[in-house]
């Protein structure tokens, strides 16, 4: 199993570009969550999708941010446009609906804007 | 909303000592869940905890679902230098496919 897949693993972009992130769940999870990480906030939920449908939004920031999920396999979470306090790792995990333990995290993009 | 306080937010010890660290939370969870974050990577899952009293161990780690469902604490026995990385706590409120919520994490240093 490959696990979560996220690309890229690092961007570095200007302050006004937009910036997507992407991310393919494992094979048969039915669940995706998409967290942001930084220093002074810690883990944030940003959004969550039940088999490709949004549950709950209501951790994204603003509406510069927007996340996509059109089928089971991949998910983006686009950022437009992009501002320096935007930057941080985010990380995309995945579950099954089914199954109460947790969730499998990808290793992360990280964002920085300049 | 749902708070998580973790404890201590970082430890400096010797290897082969034991470790401990523990989660609060102003509310109820139905799920306890302890990760791990190497630095580079995301968390992964190691021990999940589902019912009020429970005592898992994986290994060297050892984690308490509290009575209260409010707390859960992680114990580490015998340190060694592989366990370096940032540990968090995470509660659930129902089985299943629900958003965590995470403690802000301890982060563990171990000099050899």
């Known amino acids: 199993d490959a696990g979560v897949i996220q690309s890229p693993r690092h961007e570095v972009t200007e302050m006004g570009q937009e910036v997507t992130l992407r991310c393919k769940p494992i094979s048969g999870h039915n669940s995706l969550f998409w967290y942001r990480q930084t220093m002074m906030r810690g883990l944030e939920l940003l959004i969550y999708?039940?088999?490709?449908?949004?549950?709950?939004d209501s951790g994204m920031p603003e509406d510069r941010f927007s996340a996509k999920m059109p089928n089971a396999s991949f998910s983006t979470l686009k950022i437009q446009p992009s501002e320096p306090r935007d930057s941080a790792v985010y990380f995309c995990?995945?579950?099954?609906?089914?199954?109460?333990?947790?969730?499998?995290f990808g290793s992360g993009t990280r964002l920085t804007v300049v | 909303g749902q708070q998580l306080n973790q404890s201590p937010q970082s430890m400096f010890i010797q290897e082969g000592e034991d470790v401990s660290m523990n989660c609060t939370s102003s509310s109820i969870f139905n799920t306890w869940l302890w990760y791990k974050q190497d630095p580079g990577e995301g968390p992964v899952l190691l021990i999940a905890?589902?019912?009020?009293?429970e005592l898992t161990s994986n290994g060297r780690l050892t984690a308490q679902f509290g009575i209260t469902r409010k707390d859960s604490f992680l114990n580490i026995s015998a340190s060694i230098p592989s366990d370096v990385g940032i540990y968090f706590c995470?509660?659930?409120?129902?089985?299943?496919?629900?958003?965590?919520?995470f403690g802000q994490g301890t982060r563990l240093t171990i000099n050899p």
């Open positions: 995470a509660g659930q409120l129902g089985q299943g496919a629900q958003k965590l919520v």
């Open positions: 905890l589902y019912k009020a009293g």
């Open positions: 999708f039940n088999n490709n449908v949004p549950i709950d």
């Open positions: 995990a995945s579950s099954l609906l089914s199954v109460g333990y947790g969730y499998t």
